[in-house]
């Protein structure tokens, strides 16, 4: 059974830097071939995607994100982590972790979507 | 960026009967779509994908249709553990992968 955990401060200062890793047991990162990707949701409100990295360490990012969005992979880990820079309240958000899962469509084009999620952290920007 | 509409935002309906449940494209997202059921401290599950899909261990109650623009989530027979936010999700254009806002299913 594949779980995801994310760790990291629940407590971030303005302009510093939000860091969490998420560690994957029950599955390895390195041995399929799935995406693995970060969602938050701001409390009381929906969803937004973060970003997304592959086991041999290709990423892409929010557009609207990308610029202060860092994503890694420790396969020796088995963990992948994210780094947002220059943090405010506006990011303060229920940080999930989850593994992608994927199918070719008739075009033979590959389509990932969200499979296992972890169970999520709360991470408040404050001073 | 797809935005993704989900309407009602709030809709309340008895145990046992029929809810449904709508998600609309700002355009066309072929059948990549997946809906998601989140409950209170809860992370999001996978409902459906590519529009129609249940994933493994989803009940029969809960069925998707649509494709382009227009998608449906379908409760047949409501059970008290259904009661929940409900999510759509596009990924057929991407970055970024977007989500709808959410309906809420509340106990009538």
């Known amino acids: 059974q594949l779980q995801l955990q994310e760790s990291g401060p629940g407590l971030v200062k303005p302009s510093e830097t939000l860091s969490l890793t998420c560690t994957v047991s029950?599955?390895?990162?390195?041995?399929?071939?799935?995406?693995w990707g970060w969602i938050r949701q701001p409390p009381g409100k929906g969803l937004e995607w973060i970003g997304s990295i592959y086991y041999s360490g290709s990423t892409y990012y929010n557009p609207s994100l990308k610029s202060r969005v860092t994503i890694s992979v420790d396969t020796s880990k088995n963990q992948f982590s994210l780094k947002l820079s220059s943090v405010t309240a506006a990011d303060t958000a229920v940080y999930y972790c989850?593994?992608?899962?994927?199918?070719?469509?008739?075009?033979?084009?590959?389509?990932?979507?969200?499979?296992?999620w972890g169970q999520g952290t709360l991470v408040t920007v404050s001073s | 960026e797809i935005v993704m509409t989900q309407s009602p935002a709030t809709l309340s309906v008895s145990p046992g009967e029929r809810a449904t449940l709508s998600c609309r494209a700002s355009q066309s997202v072929s059948s990549n779509l997946a809906w998601y059921q989140q409950k209170p401290g809860q992370a999001p599950r996978l409902l459906i994908y590519g529009a129609s899909t249940r994933a493994t261990g989803i009940p029969a109650r809960f069925s998707g249709s649509g494709s382009g623009t227009e998608f449906t989530l379908t409760i047949s027979s409501l059970q008290s553990e259904d009661f929940a936010v409900y999510y759509c999700?596009?990924?057929?254009?991407?970055?970024?992968?977007?989500f709808g806002q959410g309906t809420k299913l509340e106990f009538k």
């Open positions: 029950g599955g390895s990162i390195s041995s399929s071939s799935y995406y």
């Open positions: 999700q596009q990924y057929n254009n991407w970055p970024p992968y977007t």
């Open positions: 989850a593994r992608h899962s994927y199918y070719y469509d008739s075009s033979a084009s590959r389509r990932e979507y969200f499979y296992h």
